[in-house]
Protein backbone atom coordinates (compact mmCIF):
# COMPACT_ATOMS: atom_id res chain seq x y z
CA UNK A 1 0.00 0.00 0.00
CA UNK A 2 1.39 3.37 -1.04
CA UNK A 3 2.25 6.43 1.64
CA UNK A 4 -0.66 7.73 -0.11
CA UNK A 5 -3.15 5.22 0.09
CA UNK A 6 -2.77 4.97 3.61
CA UNK A 7 -3.54 8.69 3.87
CA UNK A 8 -6.35 7.97 2.37
CA UNK A 9 -7.62 5.04 4.43
CA UNK A 10 -6.74 7.58 7.41
CA UNK A 11 -9.03 10.14 6.05
CA UNK A 12 -11.83 7.77 5.55
CA UNK A 13 -11.17 6.32 9.28
CA UNK A 14 -11.67 9.98 10.36
CA UNK A 15 -14.98 10.50 8.66
CA UNK A 16 -15.98 7.48 9.52
CA UNK A 17 -15.45 8.10 13.32
CA UNK A 18 -17.40 11.39 13.18
CA UNK A 19 -20.61 9.26 13.33
CA UNK A 20 -19.12 8.29 16.72
CA UNK A 21 -20.85 11.01 19.12
CA UNK A 22 -19.75 11.81 23.07
CA UNK A 23 -22.99 10.85 24.58
CA UNK A 24 -22.50 13.56 27.14
CA UNK A 25 -21.87 16.55 24.76
CA UNK A 26 -23.81 15.16 21.65
CA UNK A 27 -20.87 16.12 19.51
CA UNK A 28 -18.47 13.73 17.71
CA UNK A 29 -15.12 12.45 19.19
CA UNK A 30 -13.47 13.87 16.01
CA UNK A 31 -14.52 17.03 16.23
CA UNK A 32 -14.27 17.47 20.18
CA UNK A 33 -10.79 16.18 19.78
CA UNK A 34 -10.86 12.86 21.19
CA UNK A 35 -8.81 10.92 18.27
CA UNK A 36 -5.08 11.82 19.23
CA UNK A 37 -3.89 9.61 16.03
CA UNK A 38 -4.62 7.72 13.25
CA UNK A 39 -2.20 5.65 11.02
CA UNK A 40 -2.30 3.44 9.03
CA UNK A 41 0.59 0.64 8.32
CA UNK A 42 1.15 -1.49 4.94
CA UNK A 43 -1.40 -4.79 5.11
CA UNK A 44 -4.33 -2.37 6.09
CA UNK A 45 -3.21 -2.52 9.89
CA UNK A 46 -4.93 0.78 11.62
CA UNK A 47 -3.89 2.01 14.74
CA UNK A 48 -5.69 5.20 16.74
CA UNK A 49 -5.16 6.56 19.84
CA UNK A 50 -7.81 7.91 21.44
CA UNK A 51 -8.71 9.57 24.87
CA UNK A 52 -12.25 10.50 26.58
CA UNK A 53 -13.27 13.78 28.27
CA UNK A 54 -12.83 12.14 31.69
CA UNK A 55 -10.85 9.71 32.95
CA UNK A 56 -12.47 6.80 34.73
CA UNK A 57 -15.61 7.76 32.72
CA UNK A 58 -18.09 4.80 32.75
CA UNK A 59 -18.31 5.66 28.56
CA UNK A 60 -15.10 5.23 28.38
CA UNK A 61 -14.92 1.30 27.06
CA UNK A 62 -17.97 1.90 25.41
CA UNK A 63 -16.28 4.31 23.34
CA UNK A 64 -13.10 2.61 22.69
CA UNK A 65 -15.21 -0.47 21.47
CA UNK A 66 -17.24 2.22 19.03
CA UNK A 67 -14.15 3.39 17.45
CA UNK A 68 -12.22 0.06 17.12
CA UNK A 69 -16.09 -1.25 15.61
CA UNK A 70 -16.19 1.56 13.52
CA UNK A 71 -12.75 1.33 12.07
CA UNK A 72 -12.57 -2.10 11.44
CA UNK A 73 -15.25 -1.54 8.85
CA UNK A 74 -13.43 1.14 6.64
CA UNK A 75 -12.84 0.22 3.40
CA UNK A 76 -9.08 -0.87 3.30
CA UNK A 77 -8.45 -1.61 6.68
CA UNK A 78 -8.01 -5.08 7.65
CA UNK A 79 -6.95 -5.33 11.39
CA UNK A 80 -7.89 -2.27 14.01
CA UNK A 81 -6.04 -1.43 17.26
CA UNK A 82 -6.94 1.33 19.32
CA UNK A 83 -5.28 2.49 22.36
CA UNK A 84 -6.89 4.61 24.86
CA UNK A 85 -4.83 7.31 26.88
CA UNK A 86 -4.71 10.38 29.14
CA UNK A 87 -1.48 11.54 28.39
CA UNK A 88 -2.34 14.44 27.65
CA UNK A 89 -5.29 14.84 29.31
CA UNK A 90 -7.99 15.70 27.19
CA UNK A 91 -9.04 19.73 27.42
CA UNK A 92 -12.12 22.24 26.00
CA UNK A 93 -9.01 23.40 24.00
CA UNK A 94 -8.57 20.54 21.77
CA UNK A 95 -12.22 21.03 20.27
CA UNK A 96 -12.52 22.35 16.94
CA UNK A 97 -14.80 25.32 17.39
CA UNK B 1 -14.92 -5.23 28.68
CA UNK B 2 -17.27 -2.62 27.63
CA UNK B 3 -18.88 -1.27 30.93
CA UNK B 4 -16.75 -2.26 33.38
CA UNK B 5 -17.01 0.56 35.47
CA UNK B 6 -21.27 0.72 35.15
CA UNK B 7 -22.40 -0.32 38.84
CA UNK B 8 -24.67 -2.71 38.28
CA UNK B 9 -27.10 -1.77 41.49
CA UNK B 10 -27.35 1.95 41.62
CA UNK B 11 -30.52 1.66 39.69
CA UNK B 12 -31.98 0.05 42.51
CA UNK B 13 -30.25 1.97 44.98
CA UNK B 14 -32.04 5.38 43.38
CA UNK B 15 -35.75 3.34 42.86
CA UNK B 16 -35.53 2.58 46.49
CA UNK B 17 -34.74 6.38 47.06
CA UNK B 18 -37.06 7.90 45.00
CA UNK B 19 -39.93 5.50 46.56
CA UNK B 20 -38.36 6.34 50.40
CA UNK B 21 -38.73 10.19 49.47
CA UNK B 22 -42.69 9.55 48.19
CA UNK B 23 -43.48 8.06 51.49
CA UNK B 24 -41.46 10.85 53.81
CA UNK B 25 -43.78 13.55 51.88
CA UNK B 26 -46.79 11.52 51.78
CA UNK B 27 -45.80 11.25 55.42
CA UNK B 28 -45.52 15.44 55.82
CA UNK B 29 -48.39 15.59 54.00
CA UNK B 30 -50.66 13.44 56.00
CA UNK B 31 -49.76 15.63 59.41
CA UNK B 32 -46.95 12.82 60.63
CA UNK B 33 -44.18 14.09 62.49
CA UNK B 34 -43.30 18.31 63.24
CA UNK B 35 -45.00 20.23 63.36
CA UNK B 36 -48.27 18.49 64.13
CA UNK B 37 -46.40 16.45 66.99
CA UNK B 38 -43.46 17.76 68.58
CA UNK B 39 -39.64 17.44 66.62
CA UNK B 40 -38.49 14.93 69.26
CA UNK B 41 -41.44 12.51 69.20
CA UNK B 42 -41.46 8.98 67.68
CA UNK B 43 -43.63 10.27 64.78
CA UNK B 44 -40.67 12.61 64.02
CA UNK B 45 -37.92 10.63 64.40
CA UNK B 46 -39.46 7.93 62.18
CA UNK B 47 -40.14 10.66 59.55
CA UNK B 48 -36.48 12.42 59.70
CA UNK B 49 -35.06 8.70 59.19
CA UNK B 50 -36.97 7.37 55.94
CA UNK B 51 -36.07 11.25 54.86
CA UNK B 52 -32.19 10.72 56.07
CA UNK B 53 -31.25 7.23 55.30
CA UNK B 54 -34.07 5.92 53.13
CA UNK B 55 -34.01 8.92 50.56
CA UNK B 56 -30.79 10.91 51.10
CA UNK B 57 -28.62 7.98 52.42
CA UNK B 58 -29.29 4.99 49.82
CA UNK B 59 -29.29 7.97 46.80
CA UNK B 60 -25.70 9.32 48.27
CA UNK B 61 -24.33 5.58 48.47
CA UNK B 62 -26.37 4.18 45.19
CA UNK B 63 -24.40 7.39 43.83
CA UNK B 64 -21.15 6.53 45.48
CA UNK B 65 -20.90 3.32 44.05
CA UNK B 66 -20.82 4.46 40.55
CA UNK B 67 -19.05 7.78 40.78
CA UNK B 68 -15.80 7.13 43.71
CA UNK B 69 -14.24 4.87 40.67
CA UNK B 70 -14.60 7.58 38.82
CA UNK B 71 -13.55 10.27 41.38
CA UNK B 72 -10.34 8.06 41.56
CA UNK B 73 -10.40 6.05 38.11
CA UNK B 74 -10.22 2.92 39.21
CA UNK B 75 -12.35 -0.26 39.63
CA UNK B 76 -14.65 -0.47 42.90
CA UNK B 77 -13.66 -3.36 45.76
CA UNK B 78 -15.97 -5.24 47.07
CA UNK B 79 -18.57 -4.81 44.32
CA UNK B 80 -20.47 -7.65 44.95
CA UNK B 81 -21.91 -6.13 48.58
CA UNK B 82 -23.84 -3.64 46.45
CA UNK B 83 -26.61 -5.71 47.05
CA UNK B 84 -26.60 -7.12 50.18
CA UNK B 85 -25.90 -3.45 51.45
CA UNK B 86 -28.97 -2.13 50.16
CA UNK B 87 -31.08 -4.89 51.43
CA UNK B 88 -29.20 -4.49 55.12
CA UNK B 89 -30.20 -0.72 54.59
CA UNK B 90 -33.60 -1.29 53.74
CA UNK B 91 -34.54 -3.89 56.22
CA UNK B 92 -32.64 -1.91 58.53
CA UNK B 93 -34.62 0.96 58.31
CA UNK B 94 -38.20 -0.34 58.27
CA UNK B 95 -37.23 -2.20 61.83
CA UNK B 96 -35.94 1.44 63.07
CA UNK B 97 -39.17 2.94 61.56
CA UNK B 98 -41.19 -0.09 63.04
CA UNK B 99 -39.27 0.23 66.19
CA UNK B 100 -40.48 4.42 66.30
CA UNK B 101 -43.37 3.24 65.63
CA UNK B 102 -44.45 1.34 68.61
CA UNK B 103 -42.72 3.75 71.17
CA UNK B 104 -45.34 5.76 69.61
CA UNK B 105 -47.89 3.89 70.64
CA UNK B 106 -48.32 1.19 67.53
CA UNK B 107 -49.18 -2.25 69.61
CA UNK B 108 -48.61 -4.66 67.42
CA UNK B 109 -45.01 -3.24 66.93
CA UNK B 110 -42.01 -3.81 69.18
CA UNK B 111 -39.15 -0.99 71.41
CA UNK B 112 -36.72 -4.22 70.34
CA UNK B 113 -37.13 -3.46 66.40
CA UNK B 114 -34.86 -0.39 67.42
CA UNK B 115 -31.53 -1.97 68.45
CA UNK B 116 -32.40 -4.64 65.41
CA UNK B 117 -32.84 -1.94 63.39
CA UNK B 118 -29.77 -0.38 64.05
CA UNK B 119 -27.55 -3.34 63.99
CA UNK B 120 -28.42 -4.06 60.36
CA UNK B 121 -28.23 -0.34 59.83
CA UNK B 122 -24.56 -0.37 60.93
CA UNK B 123 -23.61 -3.48 59.33
CA UNK B 124 -24.73 -2.21 55.83
CA UNK B 125 -23.51 1.43 55.83
CA UNK B 126 -20.11 -0.25 57.91
CA UNK B 127 -19.54 -2.15 54.13
CA UNK B 128 -21.19 0.06 52.13
CA UNK B 129 -17.96 2.58 53.78
CA UNK B 130 -15.25 -0.45 53.36
CA UNK B 131 -16.06 -1.01 50.00
CA UNK B 132 -15.79 2.94 48.96
CA UNK B 133 -13.23 3.21 51.62
CA UNK B 134 -10.82 0.52 50.14
CA UNK B 135 -11.43 1.67 46.41
CA UNK B 136 -9.98 5.31 48.17
CA UNK B 137 -7.73 3.80 50.00
CA UNK B 138 -6.03 1.60 46.82
CA UNK B 139 -5.57 4.86 44.06
CA UNK B 140 -3.40 6.72 46.85
CA UNK B 141 -2.66 9.85 46.72
CA UNK B 142 -6.03 11.03 46.65
CA UNK B 143 -7.57 13.79 44.22
CA UNK B 144 -8.87 16.36 46.40
CA UNK B 145 -12.84 15.28 45.86
CA UNK B 146 -11.70 12.27 46.91
CA UNK B 147 -10.27 13.18 50.06
CA UNK B 148 -13.96 14.86 50.65
CA UNK B 149 -15.66 11.63 50.56
CA UNK B 150 -13.32 9.85 52.59
CA UNK B 151 -14.10 12.46 55.69
CA UNK B 152 -17.95 11.68 54.54
CA UNK B 153 -17.84 8.30 54.72
CA UNK B 154 -15.87 9.21 58.66
CA UNK B 155 -18.71 10.90 59.17
CA UNK B 156 -20.98 7.85 58.15
CA UNK B 157 -19.46 5.55 60.62
CA UNK B 158 -19.53 7.78 63.20
CA UNK B 159 -23.29 8.71 62.42
CA UNK B 160 -24.02 5.26 62.80
CA UNK B 161 -22.39 4.42 65.59
CA UNK B 162 -24.03 7.96 67.75
CA UNK B 163 -27.49 6.27 66.04
CA UNK B 164 -27.15 2.90 67.02
CA UNK B 165 -26.09 4.11 70.52
CA UNK B 166 -29.71 5.76 70.53
CA UNK B 167 -31.33 2.90 69.59
CA UNK B 168 -30.07 0.89 72.45
CA UNK B 169 -31.12 3.42 75.05
CA UNK B 170 -34.36 4.40 73.17
CA UNK B 171 -35.35 1.29 73.46
CA UNK B 172 -33.81 0.35 77.12
CA UNK B 173 -31.57 -2.75 75.70
CA UNK B 174 -29.17 -0.75 77.75
CA UNK B 175 -29.17 2.36 80.39
CA UNK B 176 -25.95 3.22 81.46
CA UNK B 177 -24.78 6.95 82.43
CA UNK B 178 -22.55 7.66 79.17
CA UNK B 179 -25.30 6.22 77.11
CA UNK B 180 -28.41 8.32 78.75
CA UNK B 181 -26.09 11.73 78.60
CA UNK B 182 -25.54 11.04 74.57
CA UNK B 183 -28.76 10.54 73.76
CA UNK B 184 -29.86 13.78 75.94
CA UNK B 185 -27.42 15.92 74.50
CA UNK B 186 -26.50 14.42 71.80
CA UNK B 187 -29.17 14.62 69.65
CA UNK B 188 -27.17 17.49 67.50
CA UNK B 189 -24.62 15.98 67.14
CA UNK B 190 -25.77 13.27 65.32
CA UNK B 191 -27.74 15.62 63.32
CA UNK B 192 -24.79 17.39 62.18
CA UNK B 193 -22.52 14.56 61.55
CA UNK B 194 -25.45 13.20 59.19
CA UNK B 195 -26.14 16.03 57.49
CA UNK B 196 -23.63 18.05 57.18
CA UNK B 197 -20.38 14.93 57.82
CA UNK B 198 -21.67 12.59 55.51
CA UNK B 199 -24.14 14.31 53.04
CA UNK B 200 -22.44 17.34 52.91
CA UNK B 201 -19.09 16.92 52.38
CA UNK B 202 -19.81 13.79 50.37
CA UNK B 203 -22.00 16.07 48.12
CA UNK B 204 -19.59 18.92 47.62
CA UNK B 205 -16.79 16.28 47.00
CA UNK B 206 -19.00 14.75 44.32
CA UNK B 207 -19.60 18.18 43.00
CA UNK B 208 -16.03 19.47 42.59
CA UNK B 209 -15.78 16.78 40.19
CA UNK B 210 -19.57 16.57 38.26
CA UNK B 211 -19.61 20.54 37.94
CA UNK B 212 -16.33 20.87 35.46
CA UNK B 213 -17.31 17.82 33.87
CA UNK B 214 -20.56 18.79 32.75
CA UNK B 215 -20.03 22.46 32.46
CA UNK B 216 -16.78 22.04 30.56
CA UNK B 217 -14.90 23.93 33.44
CA UNK B 218 -10.92 23.65 34.49
CA UNK B 219 -10.89 20.45 36.79
CA UNK B 220 -8.06 22.21 38.49
CA UNK B 221 -8.51 22.39 42.32
CA UNK B 222 -8.43 26.34 43.65
CA UNK B 223 -6.55 26.85 46.49
CA UNK B 224 -10.24 27.75 47.98
CA UNK B 225 -11.57 24.11 47.28
CA UNK B 226 -8.64 22.60 49.49
CA UNK B 227 -9.55 25.40 52.41
CA UNK B 228 -13.10 24.28 52.06
CA UNK B 229 -11.39 20.71 52.63
CA UNK B 230 -9.85 21.81 55.89
CA UNK B 231 -12.40 23.79 57.51
CA UNK B 232 -15.13 21.13 56.85
CA UNK B 233 -12.56 18.24 58.58
CA UNK B 234 -12.01 20.98 61.66
CA UNK B 235 -16.22 21.30 61.83
CA UNK B 236 -16.44 17.73 61.86
CA UNK B 237 -13.77 17.27 63.93
CA UNK B 238 -15.20 19.60 66.47
CA UNK B 239 -18.89 17.35 66.36
CA UNK B 240 -16.13 14.31 66.78
CA UNK B 241 -14.81 15.73 70.05
CA UNK B 242 -18.06 16.92 71.74
CA UNK B 243 -19.56 13.75 71.17
CA UNK B 244 -16.26 11.95 72.63
CA UNK B 245 -16.53 14.31 75.39
CA UNK B 246 -20.14 13.79 76.27
CA UNK B 247 -19.44 10.40 76.53
CA UNK B 248 -16.52 10.60 78.50
CA UNK B 249 -17.10 13.43 81.41
CA UNK B 250 -20.08 13.20 82.97
CA UNK B 251 -19.48 17.11 84.33
CA UNK B 252 -20.08 17.56 80.61
CA UNK B 253 -22.69 20.38 79.94
CA UNK B 254 -24.84 20.86 76.86
CA UNK B 255 -23.74 23.80 75.06
CA UNK B 256 -24.32 25.21 71.47
CA UNK B 257 -21.72 23.81 68.11
CA UNK B 258 -21.03 27.27 68.27
CA UNK B 259 -17.61 27.31 66.92
CA UNK B 260 -18.50 24.39 64.70
CA UNK B 261 -21.49 26.41 63.11
CA UNK B 262 -19.16 28.83 61.90
CA UNK B 263 -16.46 27.37 60.42
CA UNK B 264 -19.21 25.14 58.33
CA UNK B 265 -20.65 28.36 57.26
CA UNK B 266 -17.11 29.69 56.59
CA UNK B 267 -16.76 26.38 54.48
CA UNK B 268 -19.97 27.03 52.72
CA UNK B 269 -19.33 30.77 51.80
CA UNK B 270 -16.08 29.13 50.40
CA UNK B 271 -17.36 26.43 48.61
CA UNK B 272 -20.16 28.71 46.84
CA UNK B 273 -18.10 31.01 45.89
CA UNK B 274 -16.06 27.86 43.98
CA UNK B 275 -19.05 27.25 42.30
CA UNK B 276 -19.77 30.67 41.38
CA UNK B 277 -16.67 30.74 39.92
CA UNK B 278 -16.64 27.45 37.85
CA UNK B 279 -19.82 28.62 36.24
CA UNK B 280 -18.41 31.23 35.15
CA UNK B 281 -15.29 29.77 33.26
CA UNK B 282 -17.35 26.84 31.99
CA UNK B 283 -16.79 26.43 28.52
CA UNK B 284 -20.08 25.02 27.42
CA UNK B 285 -22.27 27.78 26.92
CA UNK B 286 -25.41 25.95 27.18
CA UNK B 287 -26.60 25.30 30.59
CA UNK B 288 -28.48 22.11 31.47
CA UNK B 289 -31.23 21.58 33.40
CA UNK B 290 -29.35 19.83 35.92
CA UNK B 291 -27.00 22.34 36.57
CA UNK B 292 -29.70 25.32 36.51
CA UNK B 293 -31.65 22.93 39.27
CA UNK B 294 -28.19 22.22 41.10
CA UNK B 295 -27.67 26.35 41.43
CA UNK B 296 -30.81 27.04 43.38
CA UNK B 297 -29.94 24.04 45.52
CA UNK B 298 -26.21 25.71 46.26
CA UNK B 299 -28.62 29.03 46.96
CA UNK B 300 -30.82 27.07 49.92
CA UNK B 301 -27.47 25.72 50.92
CA UNK B 302 -25.72 29.10 51.49
CA UNK B 303 -29.44 30.92 53.02
CA UNK B 304 -29.85 27.84 55.54
CA UNK B 305 -26.58 28.26 56.85
CA UNK B 306 -26.22 31.66 57.04
CA UNK B 307 -29.29 32.66 58.86
CA UNK B 308 -28.16 29.47 60.92
CA UNK B 309 -25.48 31.04 62.50
CA UNK B 310 -27.40 34.56 62.81
CA UNK B 311 -28.88 34.19 66.72
CA UNK B 312 -31.78 36.19 65.77
CA UNK B 313 -32.76 33.93 62.82
CA UNK B 314 -32.10 30.26 64.11
CA UNK B 315 -34.67 31.29 67.31
CA UNK B 316 -37.04 32.20 64.90
CA UNK B 317 -36.82 29.10 62.74
CA UNK B 318 -38.91 27.33 65.63
CA UNK B 319 -37.71 24.35 67.54
CA UNK B 320 -34.76 23.05 66.94
CA UNK B 321 -34.55 25.52 64.43
CA UNK B 322 -36.74 23.58 62.35
CA UNK B 323 -37.84 26.03 59.18
CA UNK B 324 -33.85 26.25 58.63
CA UNK B 325 -33.12 22.35 59.34
CA UNK B 326 -35.87 21.95 56.33
CA UNK B 327 -35.02 24.29 53.67
CA UNK B 328 -31.44 22.51 54.17
CA UNK B 329 -32.78 18.76 53.57
CA UNK B 330 -35.27 19.72 50.81
CA UNK B 331 -33.53 22.84 49.81
CA UNK B 332 -30.01 21.86 49.49
CA UNK B 333 -29.69 18.10 50.24
CA UNK B 334 -32.88 16.97 48.02
CA UNK B 335 -32.65 19.44 45.79
CA UNK B 336 -28.97 19.09 44.61
CA UNK B 337 -30.14 14.95 44.69
CA UNK B 338 -32.95 15.51 42.36
CA UNK B 339 -30.88 17.68 40.26
CA UNK B 340 -28.14 15.38 39.73
CA UNK B 341 -30.29 12.55 39.55
CA UNK B 342 -32.06 14.14 36.27
CA UNK B 343 -28.68 14.05 34.89
CA UNK B 344 -27.34 10.36 36.41
CA UNK B 345 -30.79 8.09 35.61
CA UNK B 346 -30.47 9.46 31.92
CA UNK B 347 -26.90 9.09 31.57
CA UNK B 348 -27.12 5.52 32.63
CA UNK B 349 -29.95 4.21 31.02
CA UNK B 350 -27.81 5.36 27.90
CA UNK B 351 -25.02 3.61 28.52
CA UNK B 352 -27.31 0.34 29.63
CA UNK B 353 -29.41 0.85 26.25
CA UNK B 354 -26.70 2.61 23.49
CA UNK B 355 -23.70 1.87 24.44
CA UNK B 356 -22.97 -1.60 23.20
CA UNK B 357 -24.30 -0.18 19.87
CA UNK B 358 -22.70 2.92 19.60
CA UNK B 359 -20.01 3.39 16.34
CA UNK B 360 -22.60 0.63 14.80
CA UNK B 361 -25.97 2.39 14.52
CA UNK B 362 -26.78 6.16 14.83
CA UNK B 363 -27.86 6.70 18.95
CA UNK B 364 -29.55 9.65 20.45
CA UNK B 365 -27.50 11.91 22.93
CA UNK B 366 -27.90 11.54 26.51
CA UNK B 367 -30.14 14.78 26.82
CA UNK B 368 -32.80 13.12 24.17
CA UNK B 369 -33.37 11.27 27.38
CA UNK B 370 -35.09 14.55 28.76
CA UNK B 371 -37.64 16.98 28.26
CA UNK B 372 -36.50 20.02 29.86
CA UNK B 373 -39.23 22.12 29.36
CA UNK B 374 -41.84 19.99 31.43
CA UNK B 375 -39.22 18.95 33.85
CA UNK B 376 -38.19 23.05 34.57
CA UNK B 377 -41.80 23.89 35.43
CA UNK B 378 -41.72 20.54 37.92
CA UNK B 379 -38.37 21.92 39.21
CA UNK B 380 -39.87 25.18 40.14
CA UNK B 381 -42.64 24.27 41.68
CA UNK B 382 -40.58 21.98 43.38
CA UNK B 383 -38.39 24.72 44.65
CA UNK B 384 -40.97 27.03 44.96
CA UNK B 385 -42.98 24.74 47.18
CA UNK B 386 -40.15 23.93 49.30
CA UNK B 387 -39.42 28.39 49.68
CA UNK B 388 -43.13 28.33 51.32
CA UNK B 389 -42.65 25.34 53.51
CA UNK B 390 -39.92 26.83 55.11
CA UNK B 391 -41.61 30.47 55.30
CA UNK B 392 -44.74 28.73 56.79
CA UNK B 393 -42.32 27.32 59.42
CA UNK B 394 -41.19 30.32 60.25
CA UNK B 395 -44.31 31.60 60.58
CA UNK B 396 -45.54 28.81 62.57
CA UNK B 397 -48.80 28.01 60.26
CA UNK B 398 -49.17 23.99 59.95
CA UNK B 399 -51.78 24.54 57.83
CA UNK B 400 -49.88 26.40 55.32
CA UNK B 401 -46.85 23.81 55.81
CA UNK B 402 -49.29 20.75 54.80
CA UNK B 403 -50.40 23.16 52.13
CA UNK B 404 -46.80 23.82 50.54
CA UNK B 405 -45.55 20.34 51.48
CA UNK B 406 -48.79 19.51 48.95
CA UNK B 407 -46.90 20.94 46.20
CA UNK B 408 -43.96 19.91 47.14
CA UNK B 409 -45.39 16.66 46.66
CA UNK B 410 -46.70 17.07 43.72
CA UNK B 411 -43.78 18.24 41.87
CA UNK B 412 -41.50 15.12 43.24
CA UNK B 413 -44.10 13.01 41.43
CA UNK B 414 -43.78 15.18 38.45
CA UNK B 415 -39.95 14.80 38.50
CA UNK B 416 -40.07 10.90 39.38
CA UNK B 417 -42.34 10.44 36.78
CA UNK B 418 -39.96 12.53 34.24
CA UNK B 419 -36.85 9.93 35.82
CA UNK B 420 -39.26 6.73 34.89
CA UNK B 421 -39.95 8.35 31.32
CA UNK B 422 -35.94 8.55 30.93
CA UNK B 423 -35.36 4.54 31.88
CA UNK B 424 -38.53 3.93 29.27
CA UNK B 425 -37.04 5.67 26.88
CA UNK B 426 -40.22 7.38 26.06
CA UNK B 427 -38.77 10.68 24.41
CA UNK B 428 -36.80 9.20 22.39
CA UNK B 429 -38.13 9.51 18.68
CA UNK B 430 -37.94 6.49 16.33
CA UNK B 431 -35.94 5.06 15.00
CA UNK B 432 -33.36 6.23 17.21
CA UNK B 433 -35.39 5.15 20.34
CA UNK B 434 -34.36 1.18 19.71
CA UNK B 435 -31.48 0.57 17.02
CA UNK B 436 -30.91 -2.90 16.32
CA UNK B 437 -29.31 -5.11 19.26
CA UNK B 438 -29.90 -2.20 22.09
CA UNK B 439 -30.57 -3.70 25.39
CA UNK B 440 -33.87 -2.40 26.55
CA UNK B 441 -33.47 -1.02 29.99
CA UNK B 442 -35.32 -2.69 33.21
CA UNK B 443 -37.09 -0.06 35.13
CA UNK B 444 -34.64 -0.40 38.10
CA UNK B 445 -32.95 -3.84 37.97
CA UNK B 446 -29.83 -4.18 35.71
CA UNK B 447 -30.04 -6.19 32.69
CA UNK B 448 -27.86 -8.77 32.38
CA UNK B 449 -24.36 -10.09 34.24
CA UNK B 450 -22.38 -9.10 30.84
CA UNK B 451 -23.47 -5.69 31.42
CA UNK B 452 -21.42 -5.69 34.82
Redesign the interface.
Known sequence: MTEALNETVCGAIRDALR???D????RNIVDLGLIYDVSVEDGGIAHVTMTT???????????K??????VWYVPGVEYAEVRLTYEPAWT?EM?MN | ???????RWTMSYFAAACLFLLIGEVMMVTGCGYPVVAIDAPETLALVHVLAIGWLSLLMVGALL?FV??????PLRGRRLALPVLLLLVTGLLLLAGGFGALAGVGVLSPAMLPLGALLLVTGFGLAAAMLAATLFAARPLPLPARFVGLGLLALVATALIGAAFALALSGTVATGPLIRLLVHGVPLHAASGLGGWLTLTAVGVSYRLLP??M?APEEAHGTSHFVWWVGSAALALVAARTAWLVLDASAVEEPLALAALLAAAAVILYCADVIRLFRER??RAVELNIRASYAAFAALLLSVVLFIIPGTRAAAGEGAAALVYLFVFGWLTGLGLAQLYKIVP??T??EC???V???A??P???DLVREGRSSLWFCLYYGAVTAATGSLFAGSAPWFRAALLLQLVATVGLTAELVRARMLSSVAEPLRFPLGAPRPNLFLPISRQQE
Open positions: MIIPELGTTKGCPASEYLEAVRNCTM | MPGATLSQPVLVAAMFLRRFLWLYGTLGRAVRVQ
